[in-house]
């Protein structure tokens, strides 16, 4: 990288650590700590909300999903909307008028302490392994550019987090989360613009948007009913709404969001915000991951885009094996060369059938470009039976390296830092506050000072700060970093999500019902994700009808006893 391209990464993420730190600074109580005081505005919720949910997987990952899988991908968020709607309607008066800390203390109030602590459990095991995967995918990137190693990179990035995010709390996320999003979406917007440029002069952007539709990218909308289709509109309208009624309903990170709004018309306004602007912006990283695709169809993309992983394989006797992929994989390239620019002529005159020919040609070549980087990857295992064969989160990554100008790679690099530290920060507030509130100060130390609890959340952050760079070293071993985060949301969101709706609509379920209703739920569904081909958003809706079916049931035998 060059100078400039240091000064503006660094630069960035040294700005909004300090700023934030400063802006912060002598958070004296536990309610400035944990709720900012109550002082934040819709605006300021509604893009902590998104830049919470948006970490460094969303940017570094998306467009890689998008230029092996098209974008089918958007249909995840498909409930948003509707589940912000359910959410200001039922979720946040509740809230708002108990002026609670995290969303578990509600369910000691309606249920039992053993419910919440069992809801809180459940968010400290799910959250706190979330956390390590959003430090672990930025730590990717300099540990392929600079060849660093990446347990010291994940220890880097986790310590500047945790650095303003135990000096001002939940201010300090929220206040740090503006100048984030700035960055990051004017980052992204930026990078769209400049592939399209990049596109040889004889290629228009109708024309690039065409080829990618006949090339199958497109797929923004499927409507066939499939249970072990991870991305349709039922599984997105249906899974989609029960995942994010459970991230932004019942989650803490979320949750802390928006309790630190100045009234409840702010914290509705909020939501509805982000409910509106996220399919958008979803939209518009899946659509650069697209075209990124369409440059790779003018230009040779490499064989295999961990750069690290294949080098690896030179410094081995399999070396020679190597070389005749990737010259198997540049020779048909150059043959598919001719027929893609055979589409586009196609495209130009509007003659269907040279695009229909052109396309059977290109999807054989396709196939045949598959098959030797399947081959590839084959290779890399047998090398290191422990590599990541999966290759679409350095898809993105890779591009930016070698064709984005100067100072341009920096501000990418900027942007999936500064998502990765918004996430980060934000997980990191929320456990601490669940750790202290739900646990420490309800049954370890009641009656404490408000200083001793101001000092106790400040260590939990710590913690939990260390136990994600603990974890993020254990993320190499996952397939694809924002499926990852998504299955692992999943497993445990519908039984979360399930002990909320029954507490909030089913008045006839009590506390013991409810609880061993959870318990039956979550070893139900950890039971079928690890056995069974189902789409993991169907996880969702499963686990929260089960808690509500076995409530139901439970309640039923126990009154029926007495």
Not at 264 to 281: S, T
Not at 332 to 357: C, F
């Amino acid at each position: 990288m060059s100078i400039l391209d240091w000064s503006v990464l660094l630069g960035t993420i040294l700005f909004i650590t300090v700023y934030g730190i400063w802006r912060t600074r002598g958070a004296q109580n536990i309610e400035g700590f944990l709720k900012g005081n109550n002082r934040e505005k819709w605006w300021t919720i509604g893009l902590s909300v998104m830049a919470t949910q948006a970490s460094a997987i969303t940017f570094l990952s998306t467009p890689g999903q998008a230029y092996e899988d098209g974008m089918r991908f958007l249909q995840f968020y498909f409930g948003l909307p509707i589940a912000m709607v359910i959410i200001c309607i039922s979720f946040v008066p509740i809230f708002y008028r108990l002026k609670v800390y995290t969303a578990y203390e509600f369910l000691e109030s309606r249920f039992d302490l053993k419910t919440r602590i069992l809801a809180a459990l459940l968010f400290l095991i799910q959250r706190g392994l979330a956390a390590g995967i959003t430090i672990y995918a930025p730590s990717i990137i300099l540990s392929t550019i600079l060849g660093w190693n990446i347990n010291l990179t994940n220890v880097v990035l986790g310590v500047l987090v945790i650095l303003y995010t135990v000096s001002g709390g939940t201010r300090a996320v929220s206040i740090t989360q503006k100048q984030q999003m700035a960055v990051m979406m004017g980052g992204m917007i930026m990078a769209g613009i400049i592939v399209v440029n990049l596109l040889p002069p004889y290629v228009s952007f109708p024309d690039a948007i065409q080829v990618a539709g006949e090339m199958g990218k497109l797929n923004l909308i499927n409507f066939s009913f499939d249970w072990n289709d991870r991305y349709n509109v039922w599984s997105g309208i249906t899974g989609g709404l029960f995942l994010f009624m459970s991230y932004f309903g019942t989650d803490q990170s979320q949750v802390a969001r928006y309790l630190s709004g100045k009234s409840m018309g702010e914290i509705r306004l909020g939501l509805l915000f982000n409910g509106l602007l996220k399919i958008p912006m979803q939209f518009i990283i899946l659509f650069i991951g697209v075209m990124v695709f369409v440059f790779y169809q003018f230009v040779q993309p490499p064989v295999y885009f961990n750069k690290l992983e294949k080098e690896k394989v030179y410094e081995t006797a399999y070396a020679e094996r190597m070389v005749k992929l990737e010259q198997t994989h540049h020779a048909i390239y150059k043959q598919k060369t001719k027929h893609i620019k055979a589409l586009v002529k196609g495209i130009q005159s509007e003659d269907a059938g040279a695009i229909v020919n052109a396309k059977t040609n290109l999807n054989g070549f396709n196939k045949q470009e598959k098959e030797v980087r399947n081959q590839v990857k084959d290779l890399i295992k047998e090398v290191n039976p422990k590599a990541e064969t999966r290759d679409t989160d350095y898809v993105f990554i890779t591009f930016v390296m070698q064709h984005m100008p100067v100072g341009m790679i920096g501000l990418l690099l900027a942007v999936i830092f500064c998502a990765s530290m918004s996430s980060t920060a934000s997980e990191l507030n929320a456990l601490a506050s669940t750790s202290l509130i739900d646990l420490y100060k309800r049954s370890v130390k009641e009656g404490g000072s408000d200083k001793h609890y101001l000092n106790m959340s400040k260590f939990f952050t710590v913690v939990w700060g260390c136990l994600a760079i603990l974890f993020a070293t254990l993320a190499s071993q996952l397939d694809n970093l924002i499926q990852a985060v998504n299955i692992l949301g999943s497993i445990f969101y519908g039984t979360i999500l399930g002990i909320f709706v029954v507490a909030f609509y089913f008045k006839y379920i009590k506390a013991n019902a409810v609880f061993w209703a959870a318990v039956v739920a979550e070893t139900l569904v950890i039971f079928i994700y690890i056995r069974t081909e189902i789409g993991f958003l169907w996880l969702n809706p499963i686990g929260c009808l089960l808690v509500i079916f076995f409530g139901y049931l439970f309640q039923f035998l126990r009154s029926a006893k007495q």
